[in-house]
């Protein structure tokens, strides 16, 4: 299928045909040379429900004595323009 490209602003651009694309209009993407060859595809988001399988991939030496822990100060919500009294 041929396409051609264009200028938009000061970038090059490629129109990617209907029946081509598995895109969002407004979506990002990742634009890659592979020898000869542009290989275009979408950013690959993480979502909380990715959160498991991240949280899994850090190392077991990864903060071995844990977080250090704080006392929690009492604090006046008031002084943030809060809900009145």
């Known amino acids: 299928m041929l396409t051609r490209v264009f200028k938009s602003g000061n970038s090059l651009a490629v129109r990617i045909p209907k029946e081509l ?5 407004s979506e990002d993407v990742e634009i890659e040379r592979v020898g000869n060859t542009l290989v275009v595809r979408p950013v690959a988001r993480e979502t909380l429900g990715d959160l498991m399988e991240i ?3 850090f190392p077991e030496s990864f903060m071995p004595e844990g977080r ?12 943030f323009g809060g809900a009145e009294e």
């Open 55 to 57: 949280l899994a991939s």
């Open 68 to 79: 250090e822990v704080h006392e929690q100060k009492e604090r006046d919500w008031g002084a």
């Open 21 to 25: 694309s598995n895109f969002q209009a």
